[in-house]
T-cell receptor, first 112, second 112 residues
Framework: SAVISQKPSRDICQRGTSLTIQCQVD?????MFWYRQQPGQSLTLIAT?????????ESGFVIDKFPISRPNLTFSTLTVSNMSPEDSSIYLC?????????FGSGTRLTVV | GENVEQHPSTLSVQEGDSAVIKCTYS??????FPWYKQELGKRPQLIID?????GEKKDQRIAVTLNKTAKHFSLHITETQPEDSAVYFC???????????FGTGTSLTVIP
């Protein structure tokens, strides 16, 4: 299956600031997905990132708050902008590979 | 969009017993149904999946059944072991390569 390197693994940020999360995949993939998992909760899809086009956002998520870049077929970033404590969560990227869908190791974000 | 419901939210079984987790979905066009296991502090890992052209799939102690007419699918774990303790998520997708939507999760505890 695909190997995904996700960074940072965790961070503590001040409210009002922004954090950019990176995912690097060891193979080319058409789509990359970004999820949020709040403590003890399920995974919620934020957006789908295609190379060469704007990301597609799910209901409740907007580009101004969660801008996404997808410069090539192996890399994507998600930025959490103007953070508030409610943004404290785990953020995960995901790709489809021959074994199904594989997730990055996640970024545990705490906003203080 | 797709709505996936999952039951029960928590499940405790004695070691060696079977565990069954059930999910329902709303969109009859969904045709791919993976199950993920997430251990505490770790990323979700795919354990088994099923596509709409089959009714059952088995992999050692794990099996998944699908009833497309009723729009529900289930995970069956036999001969449970303490290392099966984790949170399990079902998901549904319209097709591979598309985003998918997770159930709310089931916290399984296997009591030695």
């Amino acid at each position: 299956s695909a190997v995904i390197s996700q960074k940072p693994s965790r961070d503590i940020c001040q409210r009002g600031t922004s954090l950019t999360i990176q995912c690097q995949v060891d193979s080319q993939v058409t789509m990359m997905f970004w999820y949020r998992q709040q403590p003890g909760q399920s995974l919620t899809l934020i957006a789908t990132a295609n190379q060469g086009s704007e990301a597609t956002y799910e209901s409740g998520f907007v580009i101004d708050k969660f801008p996404i870049s997808r410069p090539n077929l192996t890399f994507s970033t998600l930025t959490v902008s103007n953070m508030s404590p409610e943004d404290s969560s785990i953020y995960l990227c995901s790709v489809e590979d021959t074994q199904g869908y594989t997730f990055g190791s996640g970024t545990r974000l705490t906003v203080v | 969009g797709e709505n996936v419901e999952q039951h029960p939210s928590t499940l405790s079984v004695q070691e060696g017993d079977s565990a069954v987790i059930k999910c329902t979905y709303s969109d009859s066009a969904s045709n791919y149904f993976p199950w993920y296991k997430q251990e505490l502090g770790k990323r979700p890992q795919l354990i088994i999946d099923i596509r709409s052209n089959v009714g059952e799939k088995k992999d050692q102690r794990i099996a998944v059944t699908l009833n497309k007419t009723a729009k529900h699918f289930s995970l069956h774990i036999t001969e449970t072991q303490p290392e099966d303790s984790a949170v399990y998520f079902c998901a549904a997708s319209l097709r591979t390569g598309n985003q998918f939507y997770f159930g709310t999760g089931t916290s399984l505890t296997v009591i030695p």
